[in-house]
Nanobody, 115 residues
C-alpha cells in the first residue's frame, strides 16, 4: 500500500516562494519516477514537473526557471521548490506516482498567490 501526503502550501504574495513536500509511505520509493501536478479552479489537472528514479527532471514551460523538483530517497520525500510565484500559479498541487500502471495521488495542498 502506497500513501502520499502533500504539505507546504499556503498564501504567498506575487514574487514569493514556497516549498512543497510529499511524504511517501511504503517501499521502493527510490525506483519510481515522481511528479507534481496542479489543478486550478475550472481547469484540468496539469503536469508541472517530473523527476525520474535517476534524478532527471522535466518541467512544464510555464514553470521552467522558477520551480525545482527534487527528491530525498533516504527520507522517501519529494519536494517542489517554487520561486517567483505568480497569481496564475494558484492551484491545488498534488504529488503523483505511477507504479505498475496504478496511479497514486497525494491529497493535495492549496497554493494561493495573491497580494
Amino acid at each position: 500500500q502506497v500513501q502520499l501526503v502533500d504539505s507546504g502550501g499556503g498564501l504567498v504574495q506575487p514574487g514569493g516562494s514556497l516549498r512543497l513536500s510529499c511524504a511517501a509511505s511504503g517501499t521502493f520509493f527510490s525506483i519510481y519516477a515522481m511528479d507534481w501536478y496542479r489543478q486550478a479552479p475550472g481547469k484540468q489537472r496539469e503536469l508541472v514537473a517530473t523527476i525520474s528514479s535517476g534524478g532527471r527532471t522535466n518541467y512544464a514551460d510555464s514553470v521552467k526557471g522558477r520551480f525545482t523538483i527534487s527528491r530525498d530517497n533516504a527520507k522517501n520525500t519529494l519536494y517542489l521548490e517554487m520561486n517567483s510565484l505568480k497569481p496564475e500559479d494558484t492551484a491545488v498541487y498534488y504529488c503523483h506516482s505511477n507504479r505498475g500502471g496504478v496511479n497514486y495521488w497525494g491529497q493535495g495542498t492549496q497554493v494561493t498567490v495573491s497580494s
